[in-house]
Every structure is written in structure tokens, then in C-alpha cells.
T-cell receptor, first 117, second 112 residues
């Protein structure tokens, strides 16, 4: 079974520029997550999709971050404009479900390391 | 909002030593608890989980964790560590598959 794919693996941009990350979840997985992991910290959930609908985006800085999952498969996360504090690894994860009362394991991708200079 | 605390930032052990990594969470409702591991250069992967039932859960590679509800804790243990256990360990909690929160992580270094 192919894992969660992310691209690019590394990205260096200047502050105020825009950047986009792409994630392809495991085939058939309904739920997709984007996390931000700043150096020395644990992953922080930015947004959770169930199919193409947003379940939770309470920690997404909506003034500069946006994400979409138009067909319920691939997803893109965009930052516009980037700030120095956005330097982090952006992780995508997917799971086969998301219904309350059941457990679905999250599978993580390799991440995209973003450096903002 | 729920939060997760991992008190040990970096732990250094010799091979065959016993390991216990602390994890405390704050949340008033029913939670699911997890330990994830990230080996050098690899993806985050699930080590073990607690969903319900027996509070002592066993995971891969000889790891186990005990859920103590009264202490809001979910400590990770291994009786005898190996050099290959060198990794970063993250405790996490969610509620009904939503709102996943991770701790800051504990870096474990096992000296051969």
C-alpha cells in the first residue's frame, strides 16, 4: 500500500512570498489532516478534512493560510504571504474514517520543510 | 482546549536500561491517547494507542503504556531499551477522532 505522498520535500522562500504544498493521501482514506511542526515542538493540527468538507480549522491562521480538498482526494495548503515564523515542517496525514466513537489510525507523510528567510 | 505535556525533553540511557517517559493531558471528556515515534529520517508512526478497555496497552517493539485516568497520565514504558530505540517520542490525545493534540516530544538517545 502506497503511503501518504507530499511535495515538495523542501522549500526556501523569502518573507512575504507565497508557497503551496501538496498532499496525496492513502487511496480510499476519507480524512485528511495538515499539521505544522515547528522545530522543538510537537505537530500542531492546522486543518482536518472529512472527504472535501472541513471538520476542524480552529488552529489555522486564516488571514494567511488556506487549504482545500476539492474532490475529496488530494489537498493543497497555501501560505500567502509567508512570515519568518512560518518556518516549520508541514505534515500531511490521512485516515480511513473519522466517525465519532470509532478509532482510525492516522498515517503520516514525510513532510515538507519550509524555510522562510 | 485540551493540551498535552511531556516533561522530559531529552533522555539519555544506556542499552538495557528501563525507560519511562511521562505524558499528562488536560481534557475533561473522553479521550483517545497515543504514542507516536519518529526514528531518524523516518515518518511519524504509531507506537500504541488507548481507546477503551484495559488501561495497560501494549504496542510494537516491546513498548507499553498505562492510562491512569485519575492522574490524567499516559506514561510510556519499556523494560530494556536498545540502541535502535533512539528516536523522538510524541504523546498525543484526541476526542472522537477530532482535535488531535501532540506534546512537544521527548528525544531518546540510547548509548550502545
Amino acid at each position: 500500500e502506497a503511503g501518504v505522498a507530499q511535495s515538495p520535500r523542501y522549500k526556501i522562500i523569502e518573507k512575504r512570498q507565497s508557497v503551496a504544498f501538496w498532499c496525496n493521501p492513502i487511496s480510499g482514506h476519507a480524512t485528511l489532516y495538515w499539521y505544522q511542526q515547528i522545530l522543538g515542538q510537537g505537530p500542531k493540527l492546522l486543518i482536518q478534512f472529512q472527504n472535501n468538507g472541513v471538520v476542524d480549522d480552529s488552529q489555522l491562521p486564516k488571514d494567511r493560510f488556506s487549504a482545500e480538498r476539492l474532490k475529496g482526494v488530494d489537498s493543497t495548503l497555501k501560505i500567502q504571504p509567508a512570515k519568518l515564523e512560518d518556518s516549520a515542517v508541514y505534515l500531511c496525514a490521512s485516515s480511513s474514517g473519522g466517525l465519532a466513537g470509532a478509532y482510525y489510525e492516522q498515517y503520516f507523510g514525510p513532510g515538507t520543510r519550509l524555510t522562510v528567510t | 482546549a485540551q493540551s498535552v505535556s511531556q516533561h522530559n525533553h531529552h533522555v539519555i540511557l544506556s542499552e538495557a536500561a528501563s525507560l519511562e517517559l511521562g505524558c499528562n493531558y488536560s481534557y475533561g471528556g473522553t479521550v483517545n491517547l497515543f504514542w507516536y515515534v519518529q526514528y531518524p529520517g523516518q515518518h511519524l508512526q504509531l507506537l500504541l494507542k488507548y481507546f477503551s478497555g484495559d488501561p495497560l496497552v501494549k504496542g510494537i517493539k516491546g513498548f507499553e503504556a498505562e492510562f491512569i485516568k485519575s492522574k490524567f497520565s499516559f506514561n510510556l514504558r519499556k523494560p530494556s531499551v536498545q540502541w535502535s530505540d533512539t528516536a523522538e517520542y510524541f504523546c498525543a490525545v484526541n476526542h472522537n477522532n477530532n482535535d488531535m493534540r501532540f506534546g512537544a516530544g521527548t528525544r531518546l538517545t540510547v548509548k550502545p
